[in-house]
């Protein structure tokens, strides 16, 4: 694996020429999009960072169709125009359908995803499930939503993609996500974990894919407010204060605003582990090691 995250190399620059058709033709998504060279080059360092994941990690070995999840967010979003760029410009051979799970939220825009999606011509579903209420009642007063949140969007959408005849889930986490992930699990968890930008699920039968596993967040941000998504907020989750996530984002930002260029450091220390330089013993034989080579006293005492 190779991850460049800065500069160009000659093979970043032939994926920015992969993306290139005549002037004009672009996606409906991006028909509104600025026509400036500073999008055009973040639009070009997006899309080389999924198709650099998409590679890596093998997200096309024989997938056919794929369900992107869309929350609403600058993410997803961000998720769905690239994988439309990708595809329009036959770069991507899978189908695509976007899909939204309506969760209950008191005040939840029913009318603006269906509507703009519609409006672009993306083939999508919309499906409504209460497990608002569900992690309300369940969760006590003062814990935490999004473990149980998580889980219960996460089962949704696996009968959805099975009901679509879908072989993947498409997900928008992004690089610090990847990050702050594995911080949980290290200080919280006593665990080195990340979240994987290809598994597949426990009954065999789907891929879970984050093709923006490469993708800064701030990028991500910056592509959606260009792009105008019509962005629609979390009230569950991201209502919440103190959650351990926003520890861990605070903890990378703050490293990376006096050590600039951290975060792609520790992207790419996940993808180079020495597993005999830790203390797992199920990773690695420690009780398996012999001498193979005799030492130089040993050999002088013979001689004698």
Known sequence: MNIAFSGQTAEGAERDDAVETEEGAVHPIFASAPRSVSFNKLRKRLLRHVRQAIDDFGMLNGQKR?????SGGKDSYGLLALLMDLKWRGLLPVELIACNLDQGQPN???????????SIGITHRIEYRDTYSIVKEKVPAGGTYCSLCSRLRRGNLYRIAREEGCDA??????????LET???????????????AKLLNDEGDLFV????????EDD??????????????CDLCGSQDGLQRNAMKDMLAGIEAKMPGRKDAMLRALA?????????????DFSGLNVTKPSQEAGNEESE
């Open 66 to 70: 794929w369900l992107i999840g869309l």
């Open 108 to 118: 939840f825009p029913k009318h603006v995803l269906p509507d703009y999606l519609t």
């Open 169 to 178: 889930l498409v997900l928008g986490h992004h690089r610090e996500d990847i």
């Open 182 to 196: 594995f911080f949980m699990n290290f200080f919280h968890g006593g665990r080195l974990a990340a979240m994987p």
């Open 209 to 216: 894919m984050r093709p923006l596993a490469y993708a800064a």
């Open 220 to 233: 991500l941000a910056k592509f959606a407010a260009a792009m105008q998504f019509p962005i629609i907020p």
């Open 272 to 284: 180079h582990v020495n597993p005999s330089h830790l203390l797992d013993p199920k990773l690695f």
